[in-house]
């Protein structure tokens, strides 16, 4: 049974750091394409990042970009993302979704996480 367990989220400052993490478990991470969807208070959900099953590619928002990273550990199954130069416009709650696929033009995902909020504010 595939599950997607997000942690690491909190308050932050502008300007400040956060490292969320995605625990996996019941397939093969190494394989599998996993993304980092946001939504912000109000918002629909934001597309953040991709980290490519077979090469860790990875692909960001332009809204994200030099600021985030993403990365994975294979052997323990988590997925990452630091997210460093955060600002008041990050704050969202933040999933991890695997196997990303367009379908009639919109994305959508195989497994889903919980999600874990951010917030940026002083």
């Known amino acids: 049974q595939v599950q997607l367990v997000e942690s690491g989220g909190g308050v932050v400052q502008p300007g400040g750091s956060l490292r969320l993490s995605c625990a996996t478990s019941?397939?093969?991470?190494?394989?599998?394409?996993m993304s980092w969807v946001r939504q912000g208070p109000g918002l629909g959900l934001e597309w953040v990042s991709d980290?490519?099953?077979?090469?860790?590619?990875?692909y960001y928002a332009d809204s994200v970009k030099g600021r985030f990273t993403s990365s994975r550990d294979d052997v323990n199954n988590i997925v990452y993302l630091q997210m460093n130069n955060l600002k008041p416009e990050d704050t969202a709650v933040y999933y991890c979704a695997k196997d990303p696929r367009l379908v009639g033009g919109k994305r959508e995902y195989d497994q889903w996480g919980q999600g874990t909020l951010v917030t940026v504010s002083s």
């Open positions: 980290i490519i099953g077979s090469s860790a590619i990875t």
């Open positions: 019941g397939f093969t991470l190494s394989t599998s394409t």
